[in-house]
């Protein structure tokens, strides 16, 4: 039996199951450093996209035998941006509870919102990526998508067991990385979704799907966001900038003693990304690269502990930022429409891509036509890391006016409940 106490304003409480939570002293708006934190998530993540449509370079960031200290942290700061979005999205669920929704109502929103990203994801999304229908993979909309309908069930339970199931699957999922897809069948496809990174065919010879960001591991993350909401009461910060600490110093030692949790590169040995053990290089700059390349796809728990423990770092300094002045006044805009930032920036970056290529006489109808996402890198297009810069910091200044009027129009429109889906 689940009973719940609405009040209208804080501090809230639920009961559940005989389990009584502490009065949630959040402010009733949602903690500007939560928004902040993911502005600064949307920044990077639009710079590695950028990096992705203007590049020449036809190697992987991660490429030892090719790769520069620069071009490979570019590629690197963008890893913390899915940690946070997913990460943001469970505690935001949380937060809610402290805006007067209920368990009920919360579940509801995770389950409907994960059905709209999904849907997005295989649409508008995917047509962005590649100017091309269908373009079908497990983007990071698809798992966000997934992983809040899953979230949808979770909430029903109680708190600390939703934050054990979370942690339980970040730390354990590894385990399950010797498990062959070919095991499950005609299922095995499923299991690829939910644990794996390839290529499958849904419509045999005909219609490939392929799986980026594979599912468990995101909801391990954002069900350990959706506990982490209830530790944001009183005196927080010093509480979780130890944690994010801890989370550190984890991943520092079990990276550095080749221990646990980086997952099975050999298993895919064709993908950018698929990093093994580090090891002494050539160079103190390339064992440094080594070191911090762990395995985003699927996310292993040193790539999780990797970005999330840096990051929860941040929130808890992000807090004493005053938001309404300098950059971070900017930065929150961003942070405040993060669905409309995703889909606007894909489509600004590939037409910006298009009309830059044939402007400086480049080959630019691949780009109309799959782009790097469906072929190779022609010789002679794409340019350096500097001219990537620029044209990230024009991105930034095109997207400006468009999220902030957004971002204002929701402000304004608090009673209208489908502005939470968008």
């Known amino acids: 039996m689940v009973v719940e106490t609405r009040v209208p304003a804080l501090p809230i409480v639920v009961v559940r199951e005989g389990l009584r939570l502490p009065d949630a002293k959040i402010r009733r708006s949602r903690l500007a450093c939560v928004d902040l934190l ?15 449509f203007f590049t020449g370079v036809r190697f992987a960031p991660e490429d030892l035998a090719h790769t520069s200290g620069p071009l490979f942290f570019t590629r690197w700061a963008s890893h913390f941006c899915a940690p946070i979005f997913f990460f943001l999205a469970g505690t935001g669920g949380y937060l809610s509870l402290a805006r007067g929704k209920s368990v009920a109502e919360v579940s509801r929103f995770f389950w409907t919102r994960g059905w709209v990203l999904v849907v997005l994801d295989l649409t508008v999304t995917g ?7 269908p373009y079908l993979h497990s983007g990071v909309m698809w798992s966000l998508g997934w992983s809040m309908i899953a979230m949808g069930l979770l909430v029903r339970l109680p708190v600390p067991w939703i934050g054990g199931v979370g942690a339980g699957i970040i730390v354990g999922h590894n385990l399950l990385d010797h498990v062959n897809p070919a095991a499950f069948g005609r299922f095995g496809d499923l299991w690829l979704m939910l644990n794996g990174h390839d290529w499958f065919w849904l419509v045999p010879d005909k219609l490939p799907f ?11 993350v954002m069900a350990a966001g959706y506990a ?10 010093r509480r979780v900038f130890w944690i994010g600490a801890c989370l550190t110093f984890a991943f520092l030692f079990l990276r550095f003693f080749h221990l646990y949790g980086n997952g ?28 911090f390349d762990t395995l985003k796809y699927p996310a292993s728990l040193q790539f999780l502990l990797m970005t999330l423990g840096p990051a929860l770092m941040a929130l808890a300094g992000f807090d004493k930022i005053n938001p309404k002045r300098g950059l971070a006044k900017t930065v929150l805009v961003f942070g405040r429409v993060p669905l409309l930032f995703y889909v606007l920036h894909l489509y600004l970056i590939h037409a910006l891509a298009a009309w830059v290529a ?7 109808a691949w780009l109309m036509y799959g782009g790097f996402v469906l072929h190779p890198i022609p010789y002679g297009y794409g340019h350096g890391l500097p001219f990537i810069y620029g044209m990230w910091l ?11 009027m957004y971002a204002e129009f929701k402000r304004q429109h608090p009673d209208r409940p489908w502005l939470t889906y968008f």
């Open 38 to 52: 993911r502005g600064v998530a949307m920044l990077l993540m639009a710079l590695e996209h950028t990096r992705d």
């Open 127 to 133: 047509y962005g990526w590649a100017f091309q229908f």
């Open 210 to 220: 392929f799986v980026l960001f594979s599912t468990l591991p995101w909801v391990g």
């Open 228 to 237: 982490f909401g209830a530790l944001l009461t009183g005196r927080w910060r």
């Open 264 to 291: 099975q590169a050999s298993l895919y040995p064709g993908f950018a990304g698929a990093a093994g053990p580090w090891k002494v290089q050539a160079t103190p700059a390339l064992t440094i690269i080594s070191f």
């Open 358 to 364: 044939l402007i400086c006489g480049q080959e630019y």
């Open 394 to 404: 024009l991105l930034l200044l095109l997207m400006y006016t468009p999220c902030k």
